[in-house]
T-cell receptor, first 117, second 112 residues
Framework: DAGVIQSPRHEVTEMGQEVTLRCKPI?????LFWYRQTMMRGLELLIYFNNNVPIDDSGMPEDRFSAKMPNASFSTLKIQPSEPRDSAVYFC???????????????FGDGTRLSIL | GDSVTQMEGPVTLSEEAFLTINCTYTATGYPSLFWYVQYPGEGLQLLLK?????DKGSNKGFEATYRKETTSFHLEKGSVQVSDSAVYFC???????????FGQGTELSVKP
């Protein structure tokens, strides 16, 4: 079975440019999560969706960040304009509804390594 | 609020040594508990889980027991291998929309 697919795997761009990260969750999963991982701050939840609807975006660092999920098989995370402090690894994860049983795990993609120069 | 605390790393062990990575949590109710592993350059993978008190999760020689009385979920392995070198994350969910609360991660390095 295909896992969570993220693209691109690596992105290097200059400060001020728009960056778009993409995610395809596992088919049939109801939840989609965006995380950011840095050495300084560890793993941070940015936003998550349930059935394509944003549920909690309290982790989005500022208005430069936005996320959308136009359908059940695709989500984007945009940064505009990008800044050097946005450099990090961004992960997407998906999971099934909790109602199917306690402790449904999240399945992670391999991440996008973003470098803003 | 809910939180997870792991022992600080890095942890360096020789091959075949015994491993313990401590994890304690703070949460109301009865959360589900997880250990995830992250190998270099990869995303996190579920290693094991436990959904109620006294449950023992196990996988690939690793195990952890859900201890409600001590709010702990320590990860153990009897004999580590070089291939176990990775970062290990403890996490919980209170089953509210699948949101996970992660610990800060513990880096394990196993030397031959």
């Amino acid at each position: 079975d295909a896992g969570v697919i993220q693209s691109p795997r690596h992105e290097v761009t200059e400060m001020g440019q728009e960056v778009t990260l993409r995610c395809k969750p596992i088919s049939g999963h109801d939840y989609l999560f965006w995380y950011r991982q840095t050495m300084m701050r560890g793993l941070e939840l940015l936003i998550y969706f349930n059935n394509n609807v944003p549920i909690d975006d309290s982790g989005m660092p500022e208005d430069r960040f936005s996320a959308k999920m136009p359908n059940a098989s695709f989500s984007t995370l945009k940064i505009q304009p990008s800044e050097p402090r946005d450099s990090a690894v961004y992960f997407c994860a998906s999971s099934l509804m909790e109602g199917l049983g306690a402790g449904q795990p999240q399945h992670f993609g391999d991440g996008t390594r973003l470098s803003i120069l | 609020g809910d939180s997870v605390t792991q022992m600080e790393g890095p942890v360096t062990l020789s091959e075949e040594a015994f491993l313990t990575i401590n994890c304690t949590y703070t949460a109301t109710g009865y959360p589900s508990l997880f250990w995830y592993v992250q190998y270099p350059g990869e995303g996190l993978q579920l290693l094991l889980k436990a959904t109620k008190a006294d449950d023992k999760g196990s996988n690939k020689g690793f195990e952890a027991t859900y201890r409600k009385e001590t709010t702990s979920f320590h990860l153990e392995k009897g004999s580590v291998q070089v291939s176990d070198s990775a970062v290990y994350f403890c996490a919980l969910t209170r089953n509210q929309g699948g949101k996970l609360i992660f610990g800060q991660g513990t880096e394990l390095s196993v030397k031959p």
